[in-house]
């Protein structure tokens, strides 16, 4: 698979870029950026070929790879899907939901994949307990960090765990609670959400901005068991209640990245389609609803008279 990417624009972009090559190899071929003087020595360095224009990566790319925000961007990821190019994105918060369908109608209709970014789903101490995660009652979902996101930073990390949730409760969210404490104008010192699924499920996140040290952790509880994922730590453990008695079992985790994991799926998938048909109403469509909803949610907490349309 021939990889284009767009968003790497200046010399401060260097270290992504080691990032990209590093995991993608080979298959990082090309890039586009309009600064093509500050890009020419990373291109150099990681033997990533230069192209003249954006219509000519599209032309020898299979898939185009957006980093950063695609919202500068926006009118290349219409062209590419018209080449029939397979995207995956970093960054679509800037987006609005018609774009973001606009986006998704064209590589439907001609049965090419979009992908958002995902890391939780990808992580490898989620994969290695997922299937034992199959009716969870209460999801609980806890960030804890000592500095503060602007407001739109948040929906990354929101949308990585609404997918979370979403993907292990296995149902349609009816209702979304949202509080947060503001410290002022662009911060805040507590986040807290509520997701209420038809079949029961509850999940809990939760961002504690003013804690001591970082913490990334989810609990799934089920019926006689509770099983913790600490992204933090790269570790996960399952408690099992045997006869009024606690069983602890951890589970052995791989070392290979998130990202890594998610560009092979990627791929993967893309290869697979001919067999399979691109799904006419994806998932991600839907986590990226939910995540819209509650930053609007947020941002209503900050300015009580903010309306989006």
């Known amino acids: 698979m021939k990889i284009g990417l767009i968003g ?15 995991i993608l190899k080979q298959n990082l071929f090309g890039i586009f950026s309009p600064n093509e003087e500050d890009i020419l020595p990373i291109c150099k360095n990681f033997n990533i070929t230069l192209f003249p224009s954006a219509g000519d990566l599209f032309e020898n790319s299979d898939i185009i790879y957006f980093a950063n925000s695609i919202k500068p961007n926006f009118d290349f990821a219409i062209s590419a899907l018209k080449k029939s190019c397979h995207l995956f994105i970093e960054d679509i918060s800037e987006l609005s939901f018609e774009e973001i369908k606009n986006l998704y109608k064209l590589a439907i209709e001609a049965q090419i994949k979009i992908q958002i970014k995902k890391t939780y789903l990808f992580a490898p101490e989620f ?12 999801i609980e979902i806890n960030q804890e960090q000592n500095f503060f996101y602007r407001p739109q930073n948040y929906f990354y990390e929101i949308f990585n ?31 807290y959400i509520r997701l209420e699924f038809d079949n ?23 019926s ?20 009024g008695q606690i069983i602890t079992s951890d589970f052995t985790i791989e070392t290979t990245s998130p990202f890594e994991i998610e560009m092979s ?15 006419d109403t994806p998932d991600e469509l839907y986590m990226i609803q939910v995540t819209q909803t509650i930053m609007e949610r947020l941002y209503q907490v900050l300015n009580p008279g903010f309306y989006s349309v």
């Open 200 to 222: 029961g499920c509850l999940a809990a996140i939760k961002y504690n901005n003013i804690a001591k040290e970082k913490k990334n952790e989810v609990s799934f509880f089920q």
């Open 161 to 191: 765990d609404t997918c979370l949730a979403i993907n292990k409760a296995s149902s349609i969210v009816k209702k979304i609670s949202v509080s947060a404490i503001p410290i002022d104008l662009n911060h805040f010192s507590l986040i």
């Open 8 to 22: 790497i624009n200046s010399q401060k972009d260097g270290n992504k870029a080691e990032q990209l090559k590093s």
């Open 127 to 138: 994969l290695v307990c997922k299937n034992a995660v199959f009716a969870p009652q209460l």
């Open 224 to 243: 006689n068991q509770l099983i913790k994922i600490d992204f933090s730590n790269h570790a996960a453990t399952k408690f099992d209640i045997i006869h």
């Open 265 to 279: 799926d990627f791929i993967e998938s893309i290869n697979k389609i001919g067999s399979t048909h691109v799904n």
